[in-house]
């Protein structure tokens, strides 16, 4: 079983940024398929939600049920409006410096109340699968 994986990126990033190179070498040499999409990303103003939703898109054949999603920052607020959209569970998610509380991001309107629904809400079965799993680099 090949496991896709997708690393989402922050604000403002890349994909040859920080770890994500690194990241991507080592889950490849454990014979996973891995995605490092580029998103708009202009300095100052976030791009609108529907503009990274557009380049995912292209991807969207590789979402399965045995994805796992990466999100760092702005991308961990990605991860969790992705998994609202999914009809169906995937392998794992790990959000990294997700930036989750009262206060709402510039064009992610309900960004805490969609993370607490999510993990409280009617995708509570599929967030309990997420968090049973877990890579080994």
Same mark, same amino acid.
Request: with cysteine; proline share 7%.
């Given at each position: 079983?090949?496991?896709?994986? @997708?690393? @989402?990126?922050?604000?403002?990033?890349? *994909?040859?940024?920080?770890?994500?190179?690194?990241?991507?070498?080592?889950?490849?040499?454990?014979?996973?398929?891995?995605?490092?999409?580029? @998103? /708009?990303? /202009? *300095?100052?103003? /976030?791009?609108?939600?529907?503009?990274? @939703?557009?380049?995912?898109?292209?991807?969207?054949?590789?979402?399965?049920?045995?994805?796992?999603?990466?999100?760092?920052?702005?991308?961990?607020?990605?991860?969790?409006? %992705?998994?609202?959209?999914?009809?169906?569970?995937?392998?794992?998610?790990?959000? %990294?410096?997700? *930036?989750?509380? %009262?206060?709402?991001?510039?064009?992610?309107?309900?960004?805490?109340?969609?993370?607490?629904?999510?993990?409280?809400?009617?995708?509570?079965?599929?967030?309990?699968?997420?968090?049973?799993?877990?890579?080994?680099?």
């Amino acid at each position: 079983m090949v496991n896709n994986v @997708f690393i @989402f990126h922050g604000t403002e990033g890349y *994909p040859e940024e920080n770890w994500f190179p690194w990241l991507k070498e080592k889950l490849e040499e454990k014979g996973c398929k891995v995605f490092v999409p580029q @998103f /708009p990303s /202009p *300095p100052i103003v /976030p791009a609108k939600i529907s503009e990274w @939703f557009a380049v995912l898109k292209n991807y969207e054949q590789y979402i399965d049920e045995n994805t796992i999603l990466i999100g760092i920052v702005w991308g961990s607020v990605f991860t969790l409006r %992705v998994l609202e959209q999914l009809k169906h569970p995937v392998r794992a998610v790990f959000l %990294v410096g997700a *930036p989750i509380g %009262v206060n709402q991001l510039p064009t992610m309107t309900e960004t805490a109340v969609s993370a607490v629904l999510i993990l409280t809400g009617k995708n509570k079965k599929i967030i309990l699968k997420v968090l049973r799993c877990f890579i080994l680099i």
